[in-house]
């Protein structure tokens, strides 16, 4: 979504430190990119000195493009893409170590919305590059690295080569989102197969996930946000009724466990009729038909339309929903109101009862970040995410008295 300065704006006293263990027994839904991304800024010049090399290559050899989830021999020997792979695996066991279930969500295809923000960002990064590379030809190695930081694109075969080898790992689930993670994350939350989000930036709040965590340090400590009780969201009014059929057959539920362990079955390769976005589709119908072709710059790199993979691992997903121990799904982001609720939804992972209130209710709350502008659309001259939250306090979701005063006299004088 891409708002930037959200976390930072957001109180002390509304993002609560807490530790790993916390999650003992929770999955959590891991932003694979930011992974990515971060990864990369440690070997930025030599993971764009292999990008450069590939593009030579390509160039010079008019070769058809290698199907999906072949191996690329050039990446096998990159040594940038497997000290990406290990940082995502020191990452896991991290998780795993304190009895977290990792969920990993890649990025899919690009939406048509952000196509002038991506189109923008290509052109830094070109530009960035280009001086990386005359730098580096120079000797100077400080300024090669300063611009190579600034040209990092987590490519489609990187994401490709990280899905390959992580996949085969016991107790990763990897998926493709159908377009963006972000969403793809906050409605596993919603619908139950997930119990907090982990990423990099505040986008997900936006998006309506109930837990979301944030800057994981390597002793396990973690930024947590409980937007349940800041939004004051309650649970959707039709769950007690699904709460109800499910005790009915089920005497001994428990109306908060934890998920319920599955081993899910990866597919062994991206070549291979199980491929990841069959999980989205089990999820999301719908973004089955969506899905374009892997060999495409637009589309999903882990995509495949196999009915027998829909179905195996659809079954995982069907177990996990009629699993005895199983908590009934968590409400939808279409379906959730912003009245008071009595108790967290999530209270059995937070020790700590005291967590203050934004203050705002979730309309509020994504009408400051549009104000602020994102990827879908550019800020108001002259607004930020502290900016739009004044004004939004001020004037409520009165979008026309926000529009009126910010072309005032008075907040150009102020702006200035």
Not at 79 to 100: D, H, N, P
Not at 327 to 332: D, E, F, I, V
């Amino acid at each position: 979504m891409g708002v930037k300065g959200l976390w930072n704006w957001l109180d002390s006293n509304v993002k609560e430190r807490m530790h790993l263990r916390d999650f003992s027994g929770k999955t959590i839904a891991v932003d694979a990119s930011s992974w990515l991304h971060k990864a990369a800024c440690g070997c930025a010049l030599a993971l764009l000195l292999v990008e450069e090399k590939k593009r030579l290559l390509s160039d010079r050899e008019s070769r058809e493009e290698p199907e999906a989830g072949a191996c690329n021999p050039l990446e096998e020997e990159c040594e940038a893409y497997r000290q990406i792979l290990r940082f995502c695996l020191g990452k896991i066991r991290l998780l795993t170590s304190f009895g977290v279930r990792p969920f990993l969500v890649f990025d899919g295809g690009q939406l048509e919305a952000k196509a002038p923000a991506n189109e923008s960002r290509r052109l830094t990064r070109r530009r960035h590059a280009a001086l990386a590379l005359a730098a580096h030809r120079a000797g100077d190695v400080a300024n090669a690295w300063r611009h190579a930081v600034g040209a990092i694109s987590v490519s489609l075969s990187l994401r490709n080569f990280v899905f390959r080898n992580l996949q085969g790992h016991q107790g990763v689930v990897c998926i493709s989102a159908a377009y963006e993670a972000d969403a793809q994350m906050a409605r596993l939350v919603a619908d139950g197969f997930a119990d907090a989000v982990l990423t990099e930036d505040g986008d997900l709040l936006a998006y309506q996930a109930r837990m979301v965590l944030s800057r994981l340090s390597d002793d396990g400590t973690v930024q947590c946000v409980d937007c349940a009780r800041c939004f004051h969201l309650e649970r959707p009014r039709g769950e007690r009724r699904q709460r109800a059929k499910a005790e009915s057959t089920s005497p001994t539920r428990e109306p908060d466990a934890p998920c319920s362990s599955v081993a899910f079955r990866c597919p062994s390769s991206l070549s291979d009729s199980s491929s990841a976005s069959a999980c989205v589709s089990s999820l999301h119908p719908s973004s089955a038909s969506r899905t374009t072709s892997p060999t495409s710059s637009h589309a999903s790199p882990y995509s495949s339309s196999s009915s027998s993979s829909s179905s195996s691992l659809s079954s995982h997903f069907s177990s996990l929903s009629s699993s005895p121990s199983r908590a009934s799904p968590l409400p939808s982001p279409d379906s959730a109101s912003f009245s008071s609720v009595s108790s967290p939804p999530f209270a059995s992972a937070s020790p700590r009862p005291s967590s203050a209130s934004l203050g705002l209710s979730l309309d509020r709350f994504q009408l400051i970040c549009v104000l602020a502008g994102c990827d879908y659309a550019p800020n108001i001259p002259g607004v930020g995410v502290r900016t739009a939250a004044r004004l939004v306090r001020r004037h409520g979701a009165d979008v026309h008295a926000v529009r009126l005063f910010v072309r005032s006299q008075r907040f150009r004088q102020h702006s200035t």
